[in-house]
């Protein structure tokens, strides 16, 4: 789905540095989620946002941390990467009425 | 906490037969549970989803039955395709409207 882009799609960083996750949505749409996937484990929720000034953590977010610049934008920042961090993470929009979620192509991080 | 277990883990069927994924949800007051398809290297897409208000819902082969009462939910895909390989989600809305997921199904078609 083109109407939700994430930047990076892949990077390789090192422990200790601080990465940022960008995601940008043409959808319209107010509600906006970053997810993590690992092998096994399905997806888990870091943080949502369900408009511009609202920002909600989700069952995974220590270690992260979030800025919802404008309604089409979303950004996931690691303070300081670890190991434990390596996977796929995908950002994801849905409408204030709609339940659908629409994910991005998703980035894949590894930390060295 | 709120939790959606997802059986099997790993679901293999000769092409041309059906299959069946299945859920349980932990949050009595979940009222929209849908499902999500993941091919390789792609990212999850909503393939069906159903409301507590509905116990059956149909797309061509594809098919998702709730029963309230157990609090659990199953995706039904009738003669299986080569396409249908992928791992299969579903997830549960909470009160507080987020997704709860489960852990995902892979679903191997053999031919």
């Known amino acids: 789905d083109a109407d939700v882009t994430q930047t990076p799609r892949n990077r390789i960083t090192k422990t200790g540095k601080r990465i940022m996750l960008e995601c940008s949505q043409t959808?319209?749409?107010?509600?906006m989620y970053w997810y993590r996937q690992d092998p096994g484990l399905g997806l888990q929720l870091i943080y949502y946002?369900?408009?511009?000034?609202?920002?909600n953590k989700g069952e995974i977010s220590d270690g992260y941390s979030v800025s919802r610049q404008a309604q089409a934008k979303f950004s996931l920042s690691l303070e300081s990467a670890i190991p434990n961090q390596t996977a796929l993470y995908f950002c994801?929009?849905?409408?204030?009425?709609?339940?659908?979620?629409?994910f991005g192509p998703g980035t894949r991080l590894t930390v060295l | 906490g709120e939790n959606v277990e997802q059986h099997p883990s790993t679901l293999s069927v000769q092409e041309g037969d059906s299959a069946v994924i299945k859920c349980t949800y932990s949050?009595?007051?979940?009222?929209?549970f849908p499902w999500y398809k993941q091919e390789l290297g792609k990212r999850p897409q909503l393939i069906i989803d159903?409301?507590?208000n509905v116990g059956e819902k149909k797309d061509q082969r594809i098919a998702v039955t709730l029963n309230k009462t157990a609090k659990h939910f199953s995706l039904h895909i009738t003669e299986t395709q080569p396409e249908d390989s992928a791992v299969y989600f579903c997830?549960?809305?909470?009160?507080?409207?987020?997704?709860?997921w489960g852990a995902g199904t892979k679903l191997i078609i053999k031919p």
């Open positions: 949050d009595s007051a979940s009222n929209y």
């Open positions: 994801a929009t849905s409408g204030s009425f709609v339940d659908t979620q629409y």
């Open positions: 159903i409301r507590s």
């Open positions: 946002s369900f408009d511009v000034k609202d920002i």
């Open positions: 959808k319209g749409h107010d509600r």
């Open positions: 997830a549960a809305r909470s009160s507080n409207y987020q997704l709860i």
